[in-house]
């Protein structure tokens, strides 16, 4: 059975850190890029970090650069979200999601979320 499970959301005061995790079973962990995204009430999901399937490449949105960290661990199959100087604007409820694009076919898969509340 494939999952993926969020954990390490909370409540957490402006300028505070949490640290995000999105345990893989069940698939290759190994051949998959892996992603964060958020939605935020009455928002569109939007895009946070992206890691490469090799680990050597990321890319991250313009509102997280220099805050928000993601990073895997293979032998753990699991991918992390360091977030640091967190801003009530972070608020939202943060996905974990992970696609093969090759071999053929595209594979897709999605947690269940976790809820990150910034606020004093």
């Known amino acids: 059975q494939v999952q993926l499970v969020e954990s390490g959301g909370g409540l957490v005061q402006p300028g505070g850190s949490l640290r995000l995790s999105c345990a893989a079973s069940?698939?290759?962990?190994?051949?998959?890029?892996m992603y964060w995204y958020r939605q935020a009430p009455g928002k569109e999901r939007e895009l946070v970090a992206r890691l490469s399937s090799h680990g050597g490449s990321t890319n991250y949105a313009d509102s997280v650069k220099g805050r928000f960290t993601i990073s895997r661990d293979s032998a753990k199959n699991t991918v992390y979200l360091q977030m640091n100087s967190l801003k009530p604007e972070d608020t939202a409820v943060y996905y974990c999601n992970a696609v093969r694009y090759y071999p053929a076919p595209r594979a897709e898969y999605w947690g269940q979320g976790t809820q990150v509340t910034v606020s004093s």
């Open positions: 069940g698939f290759t962990f190994s051949g998959y890029h």
